[in-house]
């Protein structure tokens, strides 16, 4: 008898939370599909593109409703993540060479100078010394996912970590728009150097992927490459961030409690190197890859729109003058390193 009322108890509590997510994973379905439609007379600006400005829009004025909000989350973050490890699919060992090893050496300087410059203008501009780290990582790695990791590693706050990702995804979807402006007039036709500007600057991996379908699918492909190698050093920051805040509390003689464990690499980073070294050895039948292909932009679209739909203006401007500015200046200090090392390394 207890074992029936426990089933029918669990039972009901997974009625209810598919029923609160559905709401806000139908909306951002229902605009992904408007999106792939509207495309069809706008091909130059492309769904994902119109699906995240036209989940901003209706975000911010017919859909603010508080009661999709579960949905576009879960479309956000597990849609987006399934469509990585399925784009691995589409992805070799000859795709990824493509980059080469001066891509690589680019990614590394890019991440580590962003850490850099951002941590001393956030100390400059009085910023604490957790804002700053939590800054430096979420624009150097992956935006709120980096953040995250990086918060318990640093005995960050709550409220530290909140007020950065709202200023890390304000510059996110700025530098998603601005950026292939800016790759276009500066690098033409070059494919690999459009790539390397968003992969090695966008925060997270639906703006790389926004901005990038903005040019065309070989830079969203390219774009994702550089984006990953950012991803899978996540490991390697959080673990000198925690070390560099732990010398700085002896420093100043500050009592630290020990630290969170953090997690590993992202699991749809694993998926994607995964089916990525499955599709290089054994080389996947064409009809799995285009399946593979179809699901995978499905999924990035809907995230997208949800993106859209989650993106609250009021929260960007209830942070204050001086966030605004550091934001935007390390989004300018993005865009300089990024422009000046593609030119030193010839990419």
């Given amino acids: ?23 806000g994973l139908a909306t951002a379905f229902i605009v992904a599909v408007i999106s792939k439609v509207a495309a069809i007379w ?23 409703m508080p009661i999709l909000e579960k949905g576009t989350k879960i479309a956000e973050s597990k849609l987006l993540e399934f469509s990585v490890v399925l784009l691995g699919a589409t992805v070799t060992f000859q795709t990824i060479a493509h980059i080469g090893i001066k891509g690589g050496i680019f990614v590394l300087l890019q991440m580590g100078l962003t850490i850099i410059a951002t941590y001393i203008l956030g100390k400059k501009m009085l910023f604490s010394d957790n804002m700053s780290l939590l800054m430096a990582g979420g624009n150097a790695v992956c935006g709120s996912s980096a953040i995250a990791s990086i918060a ?29 402006i800016i790759g276009s007039l500066i690098y033409g036709s070059d494919i690999l150097t459009k790539s390397a500007l968003i992969g090695g600057i966008l925060q997270s991996v639906g703006q790389v992927v926004a901005s990038a379908s903005m040019i065309n699918g070989q830079v969203v492909e390219l774009a994702m490459l550089f984006k990953i190698m950012r991803i899978m050093l996540l490991v390697v920051v959080v673990y000198f961030f925690g070390r560099f805040k ?10 630290v409690t020990p630290k969170k464990k953090t997690s590993a690499l992202p699991w749809y980073v694993v998926g994607f190197v995964l089916f990525c070294v499955i599709n290089s050895l054994v080389h996947l039948p064409t009809q799995l890859s285009e399946t593979a292909h179809f699901f995978s932009g499905w999924f990035e679209i809907t995230a997208l729109a ?8 009021q929260k960007f401007f209830k942070e204050g003058k001086r966030f605004l500015i550091y934001g935007l200046s390390v989004g300018v200090i993005q865009v300089v390193l990024a422009i000046a090392l593609i030119a030193l390394l010839r990419i």
Avoid: C
Wanted: aromatic share 4%; glycine share 6%; hydrophobic share 50%.
């Fill in 152 to 180: 318990p590693a640093i005995q960050a706050k709550e409220e530290e970590k909140g007020q950065i990702i709202t200023l890390v995804n304000l510059l996110g979807t700025i530098l998603m728009l601005v950026l292939p």
């Fill in 1 to 23: 008898m207890n074992v029936l009322v426990k089933n029918n108890n669990t039972r009901n509590t997974y009625l209810t939370n598919s029923m609160a997510i559905l709401p």
């Fill in 246 to 255: 732990q010398q700085s509390a002896v420093t100043t003689a500050v009592e």
């Fill in 306 to 313: 949800a993106i859209g739909l989650r993106l609250d203006f």
């Fill in 42 to 64: 706008l091909p130059t600006l492309g769904a994902a593109t119109i699906a995240i400005l036209l989940g901003i829009l209706l975000g911010n004025t017919f859909l603010k």
